[in-house]
């Protein structure tokens, strides 16, 4: 009976001192993921799956689906799991996605969202719970300002994607320096994405010494854009100066679609030119807008070049097919990667093959980043999360071969600081 | 005297008043300042009433379905806007096909007729499956059902056909002899078109309504379908033909809508001129042909002319982006003027 008791009481022991001495603890002030031998890594990706703005999710996807490829699918010896939400490009999806990846204690971090306004939902919930909300398109410049300079920042949040104060920046110098307009009307959709983009833009425009004749809006949904347009075409004929007039429409397809379409039909507009901006910088512009509307029209947006990317759009077509549809495929395969090497340098694996990531750990280390070569450029990230430091930006001109060999992207014509580039001639 | 007033007082009648009296001070002040401001010219103001008429006839031969069956079947069928969507979207890639081997430029005048009628029945067959599908089984039940049966086949239209064609952008192709503008004028030709197009199908449809035997028999199973299948009429194929007459007009006006404004085809199209239509057939008076065709044209001007002609006169920023505040506060406008619509509901003893 002792012996047995002494038996008993050894097993005890054992059990509860093993996992002491064998298992990683966890010491992260925000907590742990911690993955039992064998598990995958998970991370998930917030993108817009269904809706009008797919093609920005499948871009992102893209990305994500390559980097993770490339390390054939495995981090650390296991398996990299991707768990797909789609937050579709409302506030009312990031929420959701939100909420259903945040009840997953498992997922380290999370590549989105493509839209501002789903990240600005999102944010507050992957920041509570810990994670890391990594962004490859949203470029709202409130996201990365903290609250008390009026900006939704919390900690966890990174992004690739350029600031669109960056954007709307080089958009009025390009439009004032090189193009010589004196007027500027813009029109935007509401979302925080266009809203932002335009008042920067405008506000550099005005800084620059140029003259802001009009910032309208149109709804979500609208096809019929000569209300808006005769009211421009009104602001124009009330102007007093003289000079070119620049039309900045940083919407989405297909409001972007109808009012290069329509512009042509308002008296008073024949001149305008016509600038959009990467929301819009899509395979199907061209087509869908049609040559008489859009040929020589502009767009700032991301420039991705390099031998680095050449190689990348080699692998996209053999995996995926054809080209990316937008612009902001470089930038999810950059964010995948950093990342999953911050995953890498921070997890801590225990003698019984478990895996412990601390989740303050994994923060510390993307903020840390600093000279990163990406396809996007060498990115640094801010305390506040912006990696890209707007040096992969440009501005595009779409010419007859987009229209009739369906060429794609659009050739660049001017970089920041470097001005109006050659073309390059087939 | 006194002690009558005290007695009819009522504050919903004072509210509504108060109402009636602001909206029409707004309106009034808004556009008397745009006038005075002299910010647009009167060609301006004529170009906004042409899109807006061609804009609201879509929506008028869009609002004719809702109000067709509502008509018979007191039921609204908001699956609709999906019906157009479908027609609009099928006849795209035909009109594309014709776009290719150059018959649309060469003969447009045959093309577009052809584009017209193979929308119409691709809607019409969508429309008849409708009702077969996810209506007759429910045409006994309470009222709430087949609204929400609808409601649930309007995001099964949408999905299916976006499994068939994809999530993408489509535009069809512009036509030669609609653009430009008529002459002296900076009235797009196209528009003009758009509008005496849907002109005749409306015309027509009021002819079979009105002067036919079919439209005869309809209108007595919108009175009472009991009596009138005890006079020897077929319900349930008066219903149908309700169904298919209402998708061949939804269909027509997808690709009417297509010669003016290309741009916008994909699977989601029908949602929001659904929704305009649907608000158009009640501000005519629901069940009300005449008022189904009024209240499309009459929203279709107002939201064009209304955010320049009003909100700005205001001084509310960003005017443009209030169109469908303007568009819903006159339909509130409408109803509290006239809870019956502009026309009012052709009703029987029986339903009212």
Known sequence: ?????????????????????????????????????????????????????????????????????????????????????????????????????????????????????????????????????????????SLTSVPDDGGVYEPGFYRTAHNDLFQGAIAAEFAIDELGASRLATIHDGSPYAD?????????????????????????????????????????????????????????????????????????????????????????????????????????????????????????????????????????????????????????????????????????AITATEGYEGLTGTLTCSETGDCATGEALGVFQLTEAEFTEDAWPPPVVWLPGVGMVEMEME | MNQNWIEDFSWVDLIINVLRVGIIVLVIVGSFNTLASGRFTGEQWLSLVVSGLAQGSIYALIALGYTLVYGILLMINFAHGEVYMAGAFTAYFLADYFNRTGFLNNYPLLAIPLLILFAGFISMMVAILLERVAYRPLRNSPRLVPLITAIGASFFLQYTFRGFYGSGFKSYPTIDILSGSIPGTNVPLNQVVVFIFALVLMLGLYWLVEHTRLGKAMRAVSEDKEVSSLMGIDIDRIIVLTFAIGGALAGAAGVINGLYRPQGVNFFMGFIPGIKAFTAAVLGGIGNIIGAMLGGLFLGVIEAVGPNLVLAGLGVPGANQLKDVIAFTMLVLVLIFRPQGILGERLAEKKA
């Not at chain 1, 038996?7 to 992260?28: N, R, S």
């Not at chain 1, 259903?100 to 204690?105: F, H, L, Q, T, W």
């Not at chain 1, 999102?122 to 490859?136: N, T």
């Not at chain 1, 397809?253 to 990467?278: C, M, R, T, Y």
């Open chain 1, 196 to 364: 932002g983009l335009q008042a920067v833009m405008a506000d550099t425009f005005t800084e620059m010494g140029g003259e802001v004749i009009f910032q309208g809006a149109v709804n979500v949904g609208d096809t019929d854009m000569n209300p808006i347009l005769t009211d421009i075409a009104a602001a124009v004929a009330a102007s007093e100066t003289d000079g070119p007039l620049v039309l900045y429409f940083p919407i989405f397809e297909p409001e972007g679609n109808f009012i290069a379409a329509q512009s042509l039909d308002v008296p008073g507009l024949e001149d305008a030119i016509l600038f959009g901006a990467d929301g819009i910088l899509v395979e199907s512009f061209p087509e869908n807008t049609g040559q008489d509307a859009a040929l020589g029209m502009y767009f700032s947006g991301p420039v991705v070049q390099g031998e680095a990317y050449e190689e990348f759009l080699a692998l996209w077509d053999e995996e995926i097919g054809g080209v990316p549809p937008a612009g902001f495929h470089a930038h999810a395969y950059d964010a995948a990667n950093i990342l999953l090497d911050a995953v890498a340098e921070v997890a801590v694996e225990g003698d019984d093959g478990t895996l412990v990531i601390g989740r303050q750990a994994l923060r510390d």
């Open chain 1, 1 to 141: 009976m002792k012996k047995f008791f002494s038996l008993l009481l050894l097993l005890l022991a054992t059990m509860i001192v093993a996992p002491m001495t064998f298992a990683q603890e966890c010491d992260d002030e925000i907590g742990c993921v911690v993955l039992e031998d064998g598990d995958p890594i998970s991370i998930a990706t917030m993108l817009t799956i269904s809706g009008n703005t797919a093609f920005l999710g499948e871009d992102s996807a893209g990305g994500v689906e390559i980097a993770v490829e490339q390390r054939d699918g495995e981090l650390l010896g296991r398996e990299i799991e991707i768990v797909e939400e789609d937050s579709g490009c409302s506030a009312e999806g990031g929420q959701a996605a939100a909420q259903r990846v945040a009840s997953d204690e498992f997922i380290v971090g999370v590549i989105g969202t493509n839209c501002s306004s789903a990240a600005t939902a999102a944010l507050p919930i992957l920041s509570e719970a810990g994670m890391i909300l990594f962004s490859s398109s949203a470029t709202s410049p």
